[in-house]
Structures are given as structure tokens and as C-alpha cells.
């Protein structure tokens, strides 16, 4: 029976609510489910002049403004660059919450950032309804979950990017080494592991060359904050490994190495770690860099082998990490073929020629 729900036409699909593959026109009721990964209706309530970007279920950005109708994700955000929030114990129709990212992530905000503004206020209309078989029910991103799984008994070669926070180059490292390795003919697949839903790192690394792309919201999480994330990781790497023919996977880990978003819990787990060939640090400023080598030095068995990011923009940061701390610095943006060749070396154990480092 359908009666007791409203048939609309929605502005917006955000990537958020994604997995559940839906049209403008969705069926709606009245009765929200207030937990993780339910998808919602809601009308903008204010214009923005800063952040009023969202991406859409296409991997599109699109303004968005004052009165238009979209469809998010419930979820948490806890961003040290960005605006913090929860999903609400009970959320009822009319209720106001925020827009917490450019994913389309819909919770309450506990605290905005001062380069963006106050966060998007939205009027709460429904909940998103879908059929199951004869019978309709709320739509939820984790029924179209990928499996969890509670080990990693193989996998190829593994390439981590962590930084030391937000916004410091992981995602241009790892879109640079996905194309470099790519132009070598090799395979790569590429996973983000932690963060807020954002579909834009994977598919920048998939229009880098990567043969296939996956992220934690493909099993089930609109973000990563509190939660015990390994068998989500395994999961998603065991999928990797089984559905491609891949010579290595690089990981993207969204947030800073210490966090809410679980990326130390990962980076500590010895099945991950026995996988991992190389390891890339994007970090901003050498305090950043020294707490990371000593991070790692005392509780990872796979020491840094290269930092990047801002730190690296010029010679002065590169020879300081070099000289000083004797490990490696490439710029990703500047010199993108020379930090690939360094990674394929240590992945494939092919030495790259003088001329890539020099």
C-alpha cells in the first residue's frame, strides 16, 4: 500500500544517500528513522554565500540555495576543518537540522567553523520510502552494503596516504601515484578507508586510472567516527581483491592519523600492516612530521617511507626532512612522476631511474 505515503520530486540527490540508487521522484512518509544511513527529505531553509556546494549522486557540485528539496544521509561529522555534528535520539517532521558536508550528511551541527559560516539549516519533511517486495520500507544505505568481514587472509600490495590532519595533500598524493603507477601498466584499485561521505577522492582517483574505486560508505557507514571500522576495512579490501585482478591497491585514509575517525585503529591492525608496501605522510609543518615518525617508530611496524604536502613545497622543508630526519620528501604537486617512481620502487622493488629523483 502506497496511500499512506506522499509522491514527490525532489531538487537534489546528495552522493550521500547514493548506494540506494534513487530517482527525483521518491515516495515519502511522515515517520523518520533517526539513525545512521536513513535517508531523508528536507528543505533548505537559508541562502550561504560559503560552503552552499553539495555533490550530487552523479559526482557532480551543484549550488544549492533557499527553499530547494534534497535527499542526505543521516550521519555524524566530527571534522577538526569543518563543521561537527550528530543525528539527533528522535527526529520528527518539521524538525530543524543542518547539512554537515558536501556529501549531503544530515544530523544536527554541535559546532561550526569559522570559515564557513553557520552550517545549512534544513526543515525535516520525510523519510525516504522503497520498495521490498510487496511491502515498502524506510531506505537505509547499509542494505546495500558491501560484507564485512573479521579477517584479511590475502592481498596484493598495499600503499597507505595518511596525513597529520585534514586538507594537507593526501588526496593529491594518492590521485598522482594512482596515475603514475597506472601509465607503468599496472593495475591499481584504490579504497578510502575513513572520513565523512564524499565521493569526490575515489573518483578522482579512478579518473586518474584506477581500475577500481571503493569507499566506506559502499559498506554501509556515512562516516567513521566511534566505531570499531576493521571489519569495515576488511571488507572492502577482501571486495578489492576478489572482484579485480589488481597489482597493488592504494589506500586514502580521510582525517589525521589521530582523530575521531579511526584511522590509528587501522593503521595498528597487524593483518593490514603485513600488507602494506609502502607508506606516504602528507603533512603541513615539521612538528607535524616529527610527531608522525616518532607516532610510528614506537607503535607501527611500517615506518614513513616519504612525506608530502605543504611541508615539501619548497627545498627548505624537503632538505630538512631529508638531512634531518633521514627520510624521504617529494613534492606530489611539483614533482608527481618523481613520488610515484619512489612508491613503485617500493612496492614492485623496480628501481626507478636517477633522472626520476633527480
Known sequence: MTSAYEKITVDILSSSSSS?????????????????GYAVVVRLLDDKETYNKVETSDGEFVNYKKGDVIVGALGERQALRGYSGIIPRLIRQGDTLNI???GGI????????????????????????????KIYKHACIQDFAIEWEYSLAKSV????VTGTCMNVGKTLAATRIVEYLAKQGYRIGAAKLTGASLKRDVRGMLNAGAKACIDFS????????GKNILPMAKGLLTHLNKEENLDAIILEFGDGIIGAYGVDSLLMDKEIQQYIASHVVAAQDFMGCWAADNFFRKRYS???????GPVTDNLVGIQFLQNTMGIRAINGMADPEQLGAYVEQNVFHRKPKTEDFF
Do not use: W, Y
Request: proline share 9%.
Open 20 to 36: 540506494v540508487q534513487l530517482t527525483k521522484e521518491i515516495l515519502m512518509a511522515p515517520n523518520v528513522v533517526a539513525q545512521e
Open 218 to 225: 559502499s559498506a554501509g557507514l556515512v562516516s567513521t567516527t
Open 100 to 102: 554537515l558536508n558536501m
Open 157 to 160: 600490495p598495499l600503499i597507505a
Open 106 to 133: 544530515i544530523g544536527h551541527c554541535q559546532s561550526p567553523h569559522p570559515d564557513f559560516g553557520p552550517a545549512m539549516r534544513v526543515e525535516v519533511m520525510g523519510a525516504v520510502m522503497i520498495p521490498d517486495g
Open 302 to 308: 611500517r615506518e614513513i617511507d616519504v612525506f608530502t
